[in-house]
């Protein structure tokens, strides 16, 4: 500050020390990522089982065809060609098992937070596929309605990944006991500045007394559920500027939607 005083300029100053909030605000950074992570990490134990159930397929499919093709090698030389055609479909089946492994593994490793330009429907559609895993023994169907004109987006892709992933596993918990079993992704550009992502289900929709408490912590629909999935998911489009909200599905069922800024910044809420 400044003051005169007997003709003369006084100057005032303050130090403030902020070592301590600037200590507490990385340690809230910190606890926050961990709570991400270990969020990701439950979801991967809720998809244990069918995890399994789908890699059990193309790695059976991968021993039966090694098998045969050393039956053929090992019998009249005509039969050689069809011993390497069953070589290239083990080859195939072992890629499969590899991208299920692979996106697993990039969905739970911990890492930093960092925003970089994707292409959202591509993210959407490697989330929801993991999401989905194992669900056509429920007789679940996955339907993409993704847009391919979208321009790159600047987000985390773990974390969008994580509330696609909440949003689909959400969607399949509710349609196990529903006649119809569809869910539907979709990804649109809304005007200039925002990309929304839509999940839709068919299920027995949200009770009205529930609506507006879904985003709030340890509020659920589900007996075993812990409830903290959705408010995570809200906190993450929260931080990347956008908003995720609920609405009631015009062909029965729920919506859940999310709208992210196209600079990923964390400006007025769409």
Known sequence: GEVTRRGRRLFTGFTRDLTEREEADLRFRELHA????????????QLAAMLAHELNQPLTAVMNY??????????????????????QKAAGQAERAGQIIRRLRAFVQK?????VEEQLSLVVEDAANLAATGTKIDGIELI????DDLPPILIDRTQIQQVVVNLVRNATDVLRQAERRTITIQTTLTGDEFQEVAVHDTGPG??????????????TTKSEGMGIGLSISQSIIEAHGGRIWTEPNPDGGTIFRFRLPQG???????
């Open 34 to 45: 961990e709570l991400l992570h270990m969020s990701r990490l439950s979801a991967m134990g």
């Open 66 to 87: 090694a098998e045969a093709a050393r039956q053929m090698i090992a019998g009249p030389r005509e039969r050689l060609p069809r011993a390497e055609e069953f070589m």
């Open 111 to 115: 890492g930093a937070i960092e925003r």
């Open 144 to 147: 993409f309605d993704l847009a």
């Open 206 to 219: 949200i009770p009205p007394e529930m609506a507006d408490q879904m985003f709030k912590p340890f509020v």
């Open 264 to 270: 990923g910044g964390a400006g007025d809420k769409p």
